[in-house]
């Protein structure tokens, strides 16, 4: 079955990096566009950044342009998103998912369990 296990959360003071990893398995990575997400409490999970199959195409959301990178590494079979000049508003426990898309066009994802990235003021 679909697994993805994120890691690379933790605390870092604000202008701090970090790197958080999505390990996948069970399904064949390299065919599918992979995405980050993350949700503070009482808010709406929000997308960060996105990677398509073959990592030819990328985007971003607009708070994270130009300090966000995402990569992938498909003979690893892992999602990566580097975090440059994190903000406290940034903290939140941040999300790896596969998507999916179904013959109706929508979008199916398989999520995670998420790791934590809190910022220091």
């Known amino acids: 079955q679909v697994r993805l296990v994120e890691s690379g959360g933790g605390l870092v003071q604000a202008g701090g990096s970090l790197r958080l990893s999505c390990a996948a398995s069970?399904?064949?990575?390299?065919?599918?566009?992979m995405a980050w997400f993350r949700q503070t409490p009482g808010k709406e999970r929000e997308f960060v950044a996105a990677i398509n199959w073959n990592g030819g195409s990328t985007g971003y959301a607009d708070s994270v342009k130009c300090r966000f990178t995402v990569s992938r590494d498909d003979s690893k079979n892992a999602v990566y998103l580097q975090m440059n000049s994190l903000k406290p508003d940034e903290t939140a426990v941040y999300y790896c998912?596969?998507?999916?898309?179904?013959?109706?066009?929508?979008?199916?994802?398989?999520w995670g369990q998420g790791t934590q990235v809190t910022v220091s003021s």
């Open positions: 998912n596969r998507q999916t898309v179904l013959s109706s066009g929508s979008y199916h994802y398989d």
């Open positions: 069970g399904f064949t990575f390299s065919s599918y566009t």
